[in-house]
């Protein structure tokens, strides 16, 4: 039963772990404005999400269950799991990234198209719809 529990808290954190290393790594690459792919940043957030699923297993281990941590087994084991989740979860932000990009660039690095469903996405709240329009109340 400890067992189950210990990889279940380790499976939640590889999920949120994935996720914000998939976000950071998409903020780098705009930084660097990357058009591909870089493979650095995925060897990186691969052992980032290595090192915090390790460490989340570690202490429910050692601390909770009160069991000894074994280190290469465990490095194989989580392996496994960071993999197949971290390309699905790839592969499920850069889908959503090419869903809702603002435009579409030319070579030349003019606009060319708006995309509406980014439009659509950005909703302003009600009350700031009138914001900037100057009325005359009397």
Do not use: W
């Amino acid at each position: 039963m400890y067992t189950v529990l210990t990889y279940f808290v380790s499976l939640i954190v590889i999920v949120v772990s994935v996720f914000v290393t998939l976000v950071f790594k998409n903020e780098l690459e705009r930084l660097f404005r990357e058009r591909k792919d870089s493979f650095p940043f995925h060897i990186c957030n691969v052992l980032i999400t290595l090192m915090v699923s390790l460490a989340a297993h570690a202490v429910m281990t050692v601390y909770v269950v009160g069991n000894e941590f074994n280190l290469m087994l465990q490095l194989v084991i989580h392996m496994f799991m960071i993999l197949p989740i971290y390309f699905l979860g790839h592969l499920a932000f850069e889908k959503y990234k090419s869903v809702y990009r603002k435009y579409i660039a030319a070579e030349n690095g003019k606009v060319l198209v708006l995309n509406e469903k980014y439009i659509k996405k950005k909703k302003r709240f009600s009350k700031l719809k009138n914001y900037n329009s100057i009325s005359k109340e009397k």
